[in-house]
T-cell receptor, first 112, second 115 residues
Framework: AQTVTQSQPEMSVQEAETVTLSCTYDTSENNYYLFWYKQPPSRQMILVIRQEAYKQQNATENRFSVNFQKAAKSFSLKISDSQLGDTAMYFCAFGNTGKLIFGQGTTLQVKP | GAGVSQSPSNKVTEKGKDVELRCDPISGHTALYWYRQSLGQGLEFLIYFQGNSAPDKSGLPSDRFSAERTGGSVSTLTIQRTQQEDSAVYLC?????????????FGSGTRLTVV
């Protein structure tokens, strides 16, 4: 069975600094997709970034980038120039067919 | 609609009562998913619909939980004889036929409190 592990329950970062959130997963599949979602206090889950496993190039979306290490089954999220609005819970998710499997989440607080 | 709509936004119910939670997906999205999120926890998969059929209902925690989808659109999650451990946020998401490539679009959830 596929599993997703986020080993950092809570993290904090100073505004304008860089922070990296960790995610590892376990699967025997070769083709799959990985995602990072953000959940602010409003509860709305927002897609931050996605990665297709067959692509070696790491995905980037503005201040958000990933470090995808397929052999190590690692998918970390780097947030550059952190902003107060980045304060939220972040979830890593894995999917290949049908449903997405989510990690337990990392609560990120950006401090002024 | 423009987004995934869930109702009610909040629901307080007495233990033992039945509740119905509604999800209205994005128009044209064929796949619909229900997840449960307990306080400060991750998302627990409940059930997945493709059209009106549910190819994966493996996450429903007990036979008190059921869900249906009609017309390939609106879905209702029903919890019978609610228990305090059912208290959680219930999230609905939808995606297009090839939506897994792009992830899901989530609703804002229904916060269920069983007292």
């Amino acid at each position: 069975a596929q599993t997703v592990t986020q080993s950092q329950p809570e993290m904090s970062v100073q505004e304008a600094e860089t922070v990296t959130l960790s995610c590892t997963y376990d699967t025997s599949e070769n083709n799959y997709y990985l995602f990072w979602y953000k959940q602010p206090p409003s509860r709305q889950m927002i897609l931050v970034i996605r990665q297709e496993a067959y692509k070696q190039q790491n995905a980037t979306e503005n201040r958000f980038s990933v470090n995808f290490q397929k052999a190590a089954k690692s998918f970390s999220l780097k947030i550059s120039d952190s902003q107060l609005g980045d304060t939220a819970m972040y979830f890593c998710a894995f999917g290949n067919t049908g449903k997405l499997i989510f990690g337990q989440g990392t609560t990120l607080q950006v401090k002024p | 609609g423009a987004g995934v709509s869930q109702s009610p936004s909040n629901k307080v119910t007495e233990k033992g009562k039945d509740v119905e939670l509604r999800c209205d997906p994005i128009s044209g999205h064929t796949a619909l998913y229900w997840y449960r999120q307990s306080l400060g926890q991750g998302l627990e998969f409940l059930i997945y619909f493709q059209g009106n059929s549910a190819p994966d209902k493996s996450g429903l925690p007990s036979d008190r939980f059921s869900a249906e989808r009609t017309g390939g659109s609106v879905s209702t999650l029903t919890i019978q004889r609610t228990q305090q451990e059912d208290s959680a946020v219930y999230l609905c998401a939808s995606s297009s036929r090839t939506g897994l490539i792009y992830g899901y679009t989530f609703g804002s959830g229904t916060r269920l409190t069983v007292v």
